[in-house]
């Protein structure tokens, strides 16, 4: 991306930015873009074309829907002009929308992983935050995790960890999801700064992945603890398949399993990037640093990347729904934001939405391997 349409992003959507209290872009990407740090213990976001993501989760399809109850609670509105059901949930002007339907809400940050979707809402000083939780037809308050800065929720939606609430940034806690019980509480050999990326969520095992001065550690399914021993590596992202590691700041990342002990081996390579999502059968669609295509790649095969359309003047991925992959698409001239699902096979694109420069629209930010 060149540095002119850096600067010309920038400006579009610094308003968008500022309104929704985001963290520092990672380097290298949009670096004139404005962004707040939301808060203790927040991490760093990606503002992309005015989506401005109030909680990092390393991207993957969100099965997620409404059950509707035969009770007073109003209808879900449908999605306008757009298909029905799609698995990746937003925020858009004053509603959740997830699945076929849409509630109201005030909320501004959004916390999505597996069947569990989360949804806060920050005061205009970013100081406080206040937290609920999607509950088949209806978000219901979670006061226990109010105060917590970078909530991640597990693929099965029973647990919710981040940093211990309140100012007490030396210690991780983990509660159940529907119950609000403290199910565990990890001390931290240092309390990491603000800026520090060190909480990187929930694999589908349900291992729990974080940084704690400088050592990469792991909290079992069934609550023991270990370190990942990743030979030097860092964590970029967690994956389906297992853990991304790059090896400091060289364009090279991997795919590695690892086991309960904390062993690692590393299975494919994977493509460095500013942002990626992943499938459910472990392909990868990424924006490779420096560009506005997005690909399509299933490291394990070890085939080539495919090149979706060029979408517009910038494009990212957002998630999977289904087969197709869902993007994030702008055009500078004219101004216009657009949501599309596109298939790889085909690179055929149906338009899901469409924003103009006005429209709140807040997504689960996404992950990427250049994005350390």
């Known amino acids: 991306?060149?540095?002119?349409?850096?600067?010309?992003?920038?400006?579009?959507?610094?308003?968008?930015?500022?309104?929704?209290?985001?963290?520092?872009?990672?380097?290298?990407?949009?670096?004139?873009?404005t962004a707040r740090a939301a808060g203790p213990g927040g991490r760093r976001r990606i503002i992309a074309a005015g989506v401005a993501a109030a909680a990092a989760v390393a991207a993957v399809a969100v099965p997620v829907g409404l059950?509707?109850?035969d009770d007073p609670t109003p209808p879900p509105a449908e999605i306008p002009g757009g298909p029905q059901g799609i698995e990746v949930p937003y925020l858009l002007d004053g509603e959740l929308h997830v699945g076929a339907g849409s509630l109201p809400t005030d909320g501004n940050a959004l916390v999505a992983a597996g069947d569990g979707v989360l949804v806060g809402t920050s005061g205009e000083d970013s100081r406080s935050i206040t937290w609920q939780r999607l509950d088949g037809d209806r978000l219901r308050p979670v006061p226990w995790l109010d105060g917590a800065w970078s909530p991640v929720v597990s693929y099965d939606g029973r647990l919710v960890a981040a940093p211990a609430p309140n100012g007490d940034g030396a210690a991780l806690r983990v509660w159940d999801a529907t119950s609000g019980e403290l199910v565990d509480t990890?001390?931290?050999?240092?309390?990491?700064?603000?800026?520090?990326?060190?909480?990187h969520g929930f694999d589908r095992a349900g291992r729990l992945f974080w940084?704690?001065?400088?050592?990469?550690?792991?909290?079992?399914?069934?609550?023991?603890e270990a370190t990942v021993r990743t030979g030097g590596r860092v964590l970029a992202a967690v994956a389906?398949?297992?853990?991304?590691?790059?090896?400091?700041a060289a364009d090279e990342a991997v795919l590695a399993a690892v086991t309960d002990g904390g062993a690692v081996s590393d299975l494919a390579e994977v493509p460095v990037s500013t942002a990626g999502v992943w499938s459910d059968d472990g392909r990868?669609?990424?924006?490779?640093?420096?560009?506005?295509?997005?690909?399509?790649?299933?490291?394990?095969?070890?085939?080539?990347?495919?090149?979706?359309?060029?979408?517009?003047?910038?494009?990212?991925?957002?998630g999977w729904s289904g087969d197709r992959v869902l993007v994030l698409a702008v055009d500078l001239e004219p101004e216009r934001t657009r949501v599309?699902?596109?298939?790889?096979?085909?690179?055929?694109?149906?338009?899901?939405?469409?924003?103009?420069?006005?429209?709140?629209?807040?997504l689960p930010a996404v992950g990427g391997t250049g994005a350390l």
């Open 1 to 33: 991306m060149t540095d002119q349409l850096e600067r010309d992003l920038a400006r579009m959507f610094a308003d968008r930015a500022g309104q929704a209290e985001v963290p520092p872009v990672p380097p290298g990407l949009l670096d004139d873009a």
């Open 67 to 69: 059950a509707l109850r």
């Open 186 to 199: 990890v001390p931290l050999d240092r309390a990491p700064a603000p800026e520090d990326q060190w909480l």
């Open 211 to 224: 940084y704690d001065d400088g050592e990469l550690r792991m909290r079992g399914a069934d609550g023991a």
């Open 240 to 248: 389906p398949g297992g853990l991304v590691l790059r090896a400091g």
């Open 284 to 318: 990868l669609a990424f924006l490779p640093i420096g560009e506005a295509r997005v690909m399509v790649v299933r490291p394990e095969a070890g085939t080539a990347a495919q090149p979706l359309p060029l979408l517009g003047d910038h494009a990212q991925p957002l």
């Open 340 to 362: 599309l699902l596109v298939d790889p096979a085909t690179g055929d694109a149906e338009e899901v939405l469409a924003a103009d420069g006005g429209a709140d629209l807040v």
